[in-house]
């Protein structure tokens, strides 16, 4: 009984946690509420083709990982470094580094391509919060210096891949067959 016991905990405790592994790096990061308590640079600021841009993170303090994305008109745009770079299935890109509180990983715009481009920051931390924040590259003609937005959730999970949701009703079963077994 006291194997059955400890079997269950163990269950309900993986049901809690495996949420925070459901974030997909490929899935293009939306926004959520403002608050943010890190910044996101890039230099050059003024959006030109072929050109590599250092994009930093910075007093992300007590941070475990960062995705960054280079976003145009929802669609993924430009190459990241290699050693950071995740090549989705889709044949979008964006780049995914574990960070403790700063990171700079260089992207390189494409050489067809004119701008705007938004690139976009989700950093989680390790009390499983999540943190976005975005800034856009214009071209040099439309605005010289880019527009930050800073954003927050509380929630470990602000992406998630369609197979997930199967995953998710699982979890939800086992904590419901973890209580009814709890309360017999």
């Known amino acids: 009984m006291a194997a059955l016991t400890s079997t269950l905990q163990l269950l309900f405790l993986g049901a809690l946690i495996s949420p925070v592994y459901l974030q997909d790096a490929c899935t ?27 994009v930093t993170v910075s ?35 964006a780049a995914q580094k574990n960070i403790s509180s700063s990171a700079t990983v260089q992207w390189t715009s494409p050489a067809n391509w004119t701008g705007p481009v938004e690139i976009r920051a989700l950093v989680t931390f390790s009390n ?24 927050t ?9 369609p197979s997930s949701f199967l995953l998710a009703a699982i979890q939800l079963l086992s904590v419901f067959v973890t209580g009814k077994l709890f309360s017999c």
């Not at 990982?65 to 979008?92: D, E, K, M, P, R």
């Not at 959730?153 to 891949?161: E, G, H, I, N």
């Open 28 to 54: 293009v990061i939306a926004p959520t509420t403002p608050l943010v308590t890190y910044n996101l640079s890039v230099n050059p600021t003024v959006y030109q083709a072929s050109t590599t841009y250092n």
């Open 59 to 93: 007093g992300a303090t007590n941070s475990t990982s960062v995705i960054l994305q280079a976003i145009n008109q929802s669609t993924t745009v430009g190459q990241w470094q290699s050693g950071s770079s995740v090549n989705c299935s889709n044949g979008q890109s």
């Open 128 to 151: 499983n919060s999540n943190q976005f924040q975005k800034t856009t590259l214009n071209t040099a003609s439309t605005t010289p210096s880019p527009v930050t937005t800073k954003t």
């Open 153 to 161: 959730t509380p929630s470990s999970v602000s992406t998630a891949k």
